[in-house]
Each structure stands twice: as C-alpha cells, then as structure tokens.
C-alpha cells in the first residue's frame, strides 16, 4: 500500500509543477462553461428588426411597442417602403421585419381581420425560425388581450409553453453538455497522456520492473485524476448553478454519484487509449478526434439526437456522454430519481467495465 | 573469479528462446551468473542484448528454456525476482519534473523501503556524488552525466542483489564512464551483482566475465583476459571484430 502511495504522490507533483497540466485541469472547463453559457447561446436577446408600417395606428404602435419591449427586440429601423427591406437585411441592419398593412387597424376592428406579414433573414434559418416563432407568440399574446378586453373573438391562438425550460434559455442545454465534453476530455485525455509519458520517456520499463503490480500502476494513474476531476464536476455545476441560474431538481448526492461514475468511465477509456498509443501526440490525437467531435456532434449536446440519420443515431448509442447528459439532465431540470435513470446508469456501468477489462488485458499483453 | 566453483549461481539459464513471430532474438541461450560479479553483455545493435535482459528483468517472458534470477523462476515467481533486483535503462529512467530528492524518495517509496531508511541512504547517495547542494534542483537542471549516475545511484538504493544496466553509460563522455564504472565496482563491493549490456568496447575490459552476443546467439563466454588469448587479439574490440566477421 506504501508503494501505491508513493505513486500517487509522484503523480500529483507531476500535475502540480506543470502549469499546462493545470490549465487544462481547471482553466479550460471554467472558459469553456463560460463561453458556451454566454457567447454560444441560441436564445434570443437583443436582435434588430425593422417595421414597415403603412397603417400607423393604435394597434400597430401597441404591437411594435410589445415587441420592443420584450427584451428581445431592439428596433433598428423604421421603413418607408418595400424595397428598404431587402437593403436593411442586405446592410445587415436587421434580421427580421415586420410588414403591417395599410389600414391594419381598422380592417381588425371592423372584420376581425388583419394582415402582417414577418419576413425573416433566412441566411440563418436557426435564428430566422427562431425570431419569426417569437414574433409570433408576441403577437398572438396581444390578440389574445385584445380579445379578453372585449372585443369578440378575433384571430385564432396559438399558445406555446416551453415545459422544464420556460425561458427557453440555452444555458440549460450548454451546462450538462459542456460537463459531459469536459469531463470526458479531461479525465480521457489527461490520463492517456500521462501514461502515454511514462512510456515515451522510458521511465514505463521502470516502473514495470518494480515490484509494483500493472494494476496498482494504473490506478495510481488515475487517482489523482478522479480527484481533480471530480473537483471539476463540482465546479462545474457550482458555475451553472450560481452563475446560470441552472436549477438542480433531483437529488444532489444521485448527481454527484452519476458523475462519478462518468469520472470512471471516462477516465478507463483514457487508459485504453494509452495502451494502444505510443506517444503523448497519438494519445492527445486520439483523445482529440475519438472524444472531442464525437461527444459534440453525436451526444445530443448540440444537435438533436432524434432529427438524426438512422445510422448516427445508432452510432450515437455508443457515444457515453449521450447517456450521461440523459442523466443530468433528467436529475437536474426534472428532478427525476434513480428510478428513471437507471437503464442509462447500467449502460454507462457497462461501458467501464468493457473499458477497464480491455485495457488490463492490453496491459498485461504488453509484459510479454 | 578464477575459482567458478566455490561461486554461489545467481542466475541460471538453459536453453533460453525468444521468439517474436518468425523470428528468433534469443537462440538457445546457456549461461550462468555468479553472485558478485560484472557479467557483461556485448554485441552489436540487434543482436539480442536488449531483448534478454527484458528476459530477466521480467519485462517480458521467454518462449521456451529455463530462467531463474535470484533463486527465483521467471515463469513463477516473477513478483520475487522484482522485489530482488534493479534496473536502469539507456533511456533514461528518472523523472525530468522531480528534484533529485523527490526522485529518490519515489523510488524507495515504490521498493517499499520505509521513510526512514530513505532518508538516511538518500544523505549517503547524495554524499557520495558530491551533489548534497543539488538535493533540491531538477533533473532537468542537472548536466547529463550526473543524472546516469544518479540514476545508478537510485537503482540500487534498495539494495538488490542483481542490478541490470542497459547500456547506461550511452551518450557519455569518457570521464564521467570511467566515474560510472568507479560507483559500479563500489556496488560490487555492497555485494550487488551486475549484469550489464554494452556495444562499448573499452567497458568490456571493465568486466570480469563477458559474453559477447552475435544474431541472437552466445558466440563466446570468458574473462576478458581469456577471451585476448582465446582469439589472440591485442583488446576486446578485436576479438569482437573477428566474432562479429566469423
């Protein structure tokens, strides 16, 4: 046991006297948390739209002072005539205008009836989609006090609720996304790399030679790195907790568990990418295109795993982070216990087990 | 080590194979270790060296024959033969990022000696190569030949009764070998036996016993004196040059 300590102890000089190592460690996750909380959302805030308004009246200014001040709406331009859209989406101006007819008001109060159209710039159909459906639900929400105020049944409704994330705030998909990329990268590509050093110094043979056992050797790898990254998990939802706002319904000690457990998995496929990589470059290469653009583009964290081509949807099966967002997300923004989780626990259970089987069997191969 | 007999056999090997698929590193090796001494490993790049001392070092297993290192058999008992020997590689074996002192101290810590008796050899050790100011510096910061030295120093810091080299002494200059082979007979004198590889002729005369390694095979075995003679050859460099052109 005294001999494992001594390892461990080697591995945490080596992290704290190289201030790269801690950088990564720590200063990566919080930047990139903060980025994808702040930079990289899709909600909408602030976006500029232009009125072409033939009708001036009572009910047009209403909409556009609603829309104005929802917060995400800044009026940039006021048009005279159809041709200044085109020119103010062109000059970058606005992304969305919004067309009233003439006489808007009085065809409303006289039929029931009334025109506006909303021509989005399309150029980015997210954002266009995105814009028009708030547009709209501003709109339909003035009707809908139109017609409480008593002036008879109108144009129809359309309600929408956002069920769990009502403000349909992005942040809420970017933090258990970010901890699950962070997670899997730091404790994937930190351990493969430490190992993968071992072995392109030499100092691996030495290590072999020892009296200390394969096993004790890997898991001296990874201690410290349980640890740190854990500190990470910790951290990680301490920043989206007090800084996002990013409620934690469920249990938190289930959340902390399911962490963990990600931690270990995560950290024995590192451990199977350093059996198979010979130096710290193929370790951080692997590490890099296995890991990185696979967890960002296959696990839900960014695009939907459901609009997705059949095949990647099966290949995003064999992706952990899918599973593990699944899990935060459910304990977190619906408050979910164990019982509604477990199916992605045991996946994620069996994945570390794989791992870890396979890569003490590597291990071992690499003695004879 | 003129009278072999009344020596104590510190490692016996018979018949010893080592193949990687088709083909065979080590051919039928037969050679036996007496307690004490330096038994020195010659040939050429690819002959074989490397791949033996892995052998019995316990890096990696034999194919077929018999291998037993400090008593112990390799198949069987390699967890005793690691507790029983040392090894430093031409790779260099201590940690760029570690003072000397930590170095040390991480060795003994993974030989399982206790803090104590670190301590008092790691004063000694550092004594002895004049490098107590050093203690706290890192390896990076100290000049290559003090970090192989040291490195020796560290592998025999528990005290094993073989100690492996392989060919430590590669990229050094002349004098810090000769300061490399004056620590090497010091380690004799604790009792430690060494085994050590080398393509340098002028260790071999170091040596009290050489075999030289040609194509996997063991082509001669003797004193360096008695090799001289065997093939009439005025130092060790010939007579491998007539083995090697055999």
């Known amino acids: 046991m005294n001999r494992f300590f001594a390892f461990v102890k080697k591995e945490f000089l080596h992290i704290f006297r190289d201030y790269r190592t801690m950088i990564i460690l720590f200063g990566m996750p919080i930047a990139q948390l903060l980025i994808f909380g702040f930079v990289i959302s899709n909600e909408i805030r602030d976006a500029h739209i232009a009125i072409l308004d033939h009708s001036k009246d009572e009910h047009t200014q209403k909409i556009t002072e609603k829309l104005v001040s929802s917060g995400y709406f800044i009026l940039s331009d006021e048009l005279k005539n159809e041709n200044e859209i085109d020119a103010c989406f062109r000059a970058g101006n606005a992304k969305l205008a919004l067309v009233f007819e003439p006489g808007f008001g009085r065809l409303l109060e006289k039929t029931g009836k009334a025109n506006l159209q909303i021509i989005a710039d399309a150029s980015d159909p997210n954002s266009a989609e995105m814009l028009s459906n708030y547009t709209q639900a501003i709109i339909s929400a003035y009707i809908k006090d139109l017609n409480m105020a008593g002036y008879g049944n109108k144009i129809i409704r359309a309600e929408t609720r956002m069920q769990f994330n009502p403000g349909l705030k992005g942040v809420f998909m970017f933090v258990p996304g970010t901890m699950a990329l962070i997670l899997m990268l730091i404790?994937?590509?930190m351990t493969s790399i430490t190992i993968a050093?071992?072995?392109?110094?030499?100092?691996?043979?030495?290590?072999?030679?020892?009296?200390?056992?394969?096993?004790?050797?890997?898991?001296?790898?990874?201690?410290?790195?349980?640890?740190?990254?854990?500190?990470?998990?910790?951290?990680?939802?301490?920043?989206?907790?007090?800084?996002?706002?990013?409620?934690?319904?469920?249990?938190?000690i289930l959340l902390l568990a399911e962490s963990m457990l990600f931690i270990l998995m995560a950290l024995s496929l590192g451990i199977l990418i350093s059996t198979v990589a010979k130096s710290q470059q193929v370790a951080m290469f692997i590490s890099m295109f296995a890991l990185l653009l696979p967890t960002m583009l296959l696990s839900g964290f960014i695009f939907p795993i459901e609009n997705m081509p059949v095949i990647l949807q099966y290949l995003s099966a064999i992706m952990p982070p899918r599973w593990f967002i699944v899990i935060i997300k459910n304990i977190m923004l619906k408050g979910t216990g164990f019982l509604f989780v477990w199916k992605e626990t045991l996946?994620?259970?069996?994945?570390?087990?794989?791992?870890?089987v396979v890569s003490v069997k590597k291990f071992k191969l690499r003695l004879e | 080590m003129k009278e072999q007999d009344d020596k104590q056999i510190i490692i016996h090997v018979d018949n010893l194979v080592k193949k990687f698929g088709d083909f065979e590193a080590n051919k039928d090796l037969c050679f036996d270790v007496y307690k004490g001494e330096i038994f020195g490993f010659l040939g050429a790049n690819g002959a074989g060296k490397t791949t033996a001392i892995k052998i019995l070092s316990g890096l990696s297993s034999p194919t077929s024959g018999i291998v037993e290192v400090a008593g112990f058999d390799v198949y069987k008992n390699a967890d005793d033969i690691k507790r029983n020997i040392g090894y430093m590689s031409q790779k260099f074996s201590l940690y760029e990022d570690l003072t000397v002192k930590e170095n040390i101290r991480f060795y003994g810590g993974i030989y399982g000696m206790r803090a104590k008796l670190i301590k008092e050899r790691t004063h000694e050790l550092l004594s002895r190569l004049e490098m107590t100011d050093y203690a706290d510096k890192l390896i990076a910061e100290i000049p290559l030949g003090w970090k192989q030295k040291l490195a020796f120093s560290v592998a025999v810091l528990h005290r094993p009764k073989i100690v492996f080299l392989d060919e430590p002494t590669g990229g050094v200059d002349p004098i810090t070998r000769r300061q490399f082979w004056d620590l090497i007979y010091e380690a004799v004198e604790d009792g430690i036996t060494v085994f050590v590889t080398t393509h340098y002729m002028d260790e071999a005369e170091y040596c009290h016993r050489v075999s030289i390694m040609v194509d996997g095979r063991i082509a001669a075995l003797d004193t360096p004196d008695g090799l001289k003679q065997q093939y009439g050859a005025g130092s060790m460099n010939d007579v491998f040059l007539k083995l090697a052109r055999a």
Do not use: W
């Open chain 1, 187 to 189: 404790s994937a590509m």
């Open chain 1, 197 to 252: 050093r071992e072995k392109e110094t030499g100092t691996m043979e030495v290590l072999l030679i020892s009296p200390l056992r394969p096993i004790q050797i890997i898991l001296g790898k990874v201690a410290p790195y349980l640890l740190l990254s854990f500190i990470n998990a910790i951290v990680i939802l301490a920043l989206g907790f007090f800084v996002f706002g990013l409620p934690i319904r469920g249990s938190l």
């Open chain 1, 347 to 356: 996946i994620l259970t069996l994945m570390a087990i794989a791992f870890v």
